[in-house]
């Protein structure tokens, strides 16, 4: 008899099967619900293009997340400047007002630390202390020969490098030489930037 009500049952409709497979989950030995004699897919209306389909049922768990990824870094001429490898890391934004905001903060990201090495014709014996030196005398210009920054990117730059925190592009990582945490930049920079000397009145 249960033979001949199953084949007598019309066929399954999408919404039917999600409901059968629902109360299969709460068959038991005592109580039986229902038993879903086939699987169909969900219905599409017509018109939708694969990516708009719903996605197909996985046990009533949602489908995994794609991993994020990033795209990777565009690949910096070995003859570049540390200059221009800076500045290409810094980005303007106009405001309403018709004013610039300069962010720099990708400058001390770690994806600038390893375009700048790859610009190196010789890798440093310790990369972390060279990228170091190499990004202050610039806002400085300490050598005094030197290209220097933009005195709008300097501005910026210079409020994250007083900052007393690590540079980004060290945090939890340990030095090379050393093999201890990196602490570049927790003291905060304290010289003037060659922009801002060059504001100050003689004498000063």
């Given amino acids: 008899a249960d033979r001949l009500r199953r084949a007598a049952a019309p066929p399954l409709r999408a919404a039917d099967a999600e409901l059968g497979e629902w109360l299969g989950?709460?068959?038991?030995?005592?109580?039986h619900f229902f038993e879903a004699r086939e699987r169909l897919p969900l219905a599409v209306p017509p018109g939708?293009?694969?990516?708009?389909?719903?996605?197909a049922a996985t046990g009533g768990q949602p489908p995994p997340a794609a991993p994020a990824t990033s795209p990777p870094p565009a690949p910096a001429s070995p003859d570049a400047t540390?200059?221009?490898?800076?500045t290409s890391f810094?980005?303007?934004?106009?405001?309403?007002?018709?004013?610039?905001?300069v962010d720099c903060a990708g400058i001390l990201s770690r994806e600038c630390y390893e375009r700048w090495l790859t610009t190196r014709r010789v890798t440093p014996s310790h990369p972390e202390e060279c990228f170091r030196k190499c990004l202050i005398s610039k806002v400085t210009r300490s050598d005094g020969g030197t290209a220097p920054f933009p005195p709008a990117m300097?501005?910026?730059?210079?409020?994250?490098?007083?900052?007393?925190?690590?540079?980004?592009?060290f945090r939890g990582r340990l030095d090379s030489v050393t093999g201890r945490p990196i602490n570049i930049g927790k003291k905060g920079m304290r010289s003037q930037g060659f922009h801002e000397r060059q504001r100050?009145?003689?004498?000063?």
């Fill in 154 to 169: 300097e501005a910026a730059l210079l409020q994250l490098l007083r900052r007393r925190e690590v540079w980004e592009c």
């Fill in 82 to 86: 540390s200059l221009e490898v800076f």
């Fill in 48 to 55: 939708l293009r694969a990516e708009q389909r719903p996605p």
């Fill in 200 to 204: 100050l009145p003689k004498g000063e």
């Fill in 90 to 101: 810094a980005r303007t934004a106009v405001l309403p007002d018709g004013s610039e905001r």
């Fill in 25 to 31: 989950l709460l068959n038991s030995e005592q109580f």
